[in-house]
């Protein structure tokens, strides 16, 4: 999209531009939506949402002010008050150890006030995290946040067993686990949220499901077995037995490479090296001698041996705490191994579908009667 020069911010929706209103002399930031048939639905079905959340005062309640949408051509967009920086980004700019408490307690609070509203109107926002979270003047203090990004928000009453929202790492464990949704999912993003904030880094990271699901069994145990019953997904991460103090045990890493055939390292290397054979451009196109010095043709790599039952043992720990990889390894294993299928899901997830829950292709879970769009013949806004 050409004519949007000052660009803010790309996503997978489109992007967001910084914009001046001609008539108003106003500036603003517009989320200018791709024009596929997908895109424009749940840009639909935002504005429904905001609709709703109209309701309620924006400065009080700490989430963004939406001003309204025009069309572009084929394109909706929405236009919406210009704040400073995400959240993520301040993050970025202080110290690697994170915030001070003097600044934890207030963005806690704001944030809080935020969902309280939000869920007081039966609304999931269902994509919590530190860039949907927007730092209002990086200069004032205590520093002032908004709640950003209904774009997968959902009514109470409209979230779906079995879907899929939110991202990897501030998921919470029922999403995984396929368990009903409610507006607890948001409150678990919120934990994960403030722990980055404290810590200045993720708590618990990982490329899969089973990854964050093992994090937070080591660190928290397992969820009740009554919350595993309710799962659709349970069997892909839990072992039912009949004996013991649980009905359900958390599958092991031997459990996922005796179903799977790929060790968790193996696989990723494996990923990041088809990336390296598949790039677009010829000239870094990865050669055939590069390939037989890839890591995943090692020998003794140290991600995983070999115990005296032949099963191939795995020892995965927390990155942040401990990486076990060599360097080189590391390097290959850190790589970004996002590649697009031919269906839009990851090679990742297309290569090893029991290691990660399968994608859903659900329509978006919100019903609210869709807004009457009346496209303008010309926008107001100008770079």
């Known amino acids: 999209i050409d004519k949007y020069k000052n660009i803010l911010g790309e996503g997978g929706f489109g992007l967001v531009a910084k914009c001046r209103n001609t008539q108003t002399k106003k500036t603003v930031a517009v989320k200018v939506n791709k024009g596929e048939e997908g895109v424009f639905q749940q840009a639909i079905e935002e504005i429904a949402i905001l609709k709703q959340l109209r309701r309620l005062n924006p400065d009080t309640c700490n989430i963004v002010q939406w001003d309204g949408f025009f069309f572009d051509k084929e394109r909706i967009c929405l236009t919406f008050e210009l704040l400073d920086q995400s959240l993520h980004q301040y993050l970025q700019e202080q110290n690697q150890y994170g915030l001070p408490m003097g600044e934890l307690r207030p963005v806690l609070h704001q944030l809080a006030t935020a969902l309280s509203y939000v869920h007081s109107i039966n609304i999931i926002h269902a994509d ?14 205590p520093v002032r946040v908004k709640v950003i990004d209904f774009g997968l928000a959902c009514p109470v009453s409209e979230a779906q067993q079995g879907m899929r929202l939110g991202t990897l790492w501030y998921r919470a464990p029922e999403m995984s686990l396929g368990v009903p949704l409610s507006q607890a999912f948001d409150m678990w993003a919120l934990g994960l949220v403030m722990a980055e904030l404290a810590m200045g880094c993720q708590l618990y990271p990982g490329r899969t499901d089973y990854d ?14 009554d919350v595993l019953d309710h799962g659709l997904y349970t069997p892909k991460f ?11 045990r958390f599958k092991s890493p031997q459990d996922m490479y005796s179903e799977t055939g790929f060790s968790h390292p193996d696989r990723f290397m494996f990923v990041s090296l088809l990336k390296d054979m598949l790039h677009l451009d010829p000239r870094r196109r990865i050669t ?21 039952t032949g099963t191939e043992s795995i ?25 697009a299928s031919v269906d839009g899901s990851s090679v990742a997830q297309s290569l090893a579908p ?3 829950l399968p994608r859903l292709h659900l329509p978006h879970c919100n019903s609210c009667p869709h807004p009457t769009l009346s496209p303008s013949s010309s926008s107001p806004f100008l770079n």
């Open 315 to 339: 020892r995965m720990q927390h990155p942040v705490r401990c990486p076990i990889l060599s360097r080189p390894a590391t390097r290959w294993m850190d790589a970004d191994v996002s590649m």
């Open 354 to 356: 029991p290691m990660s």
């Open 238 to 248: 839990f072992i039912k037995q009949n004996n013991g103090a649980t009905r359900w």
């Open 128 to 141: 919590l995290k530190p860039v949907n979270i927007m730092v209002v003047d990086r200069h004032q203090h």
């Open 212 to 225: 964050v699901l093992r994090f937070i069994v080591e660190t928290q145990g397992q969820p009740s077995d």
């Open 288 to 308: 055939a001698r590069e390939v037989l010095e890839h890591p995943f043709f090692a020998t003794g790599r140290p991600q995983s041996s070999t115990d005296n």
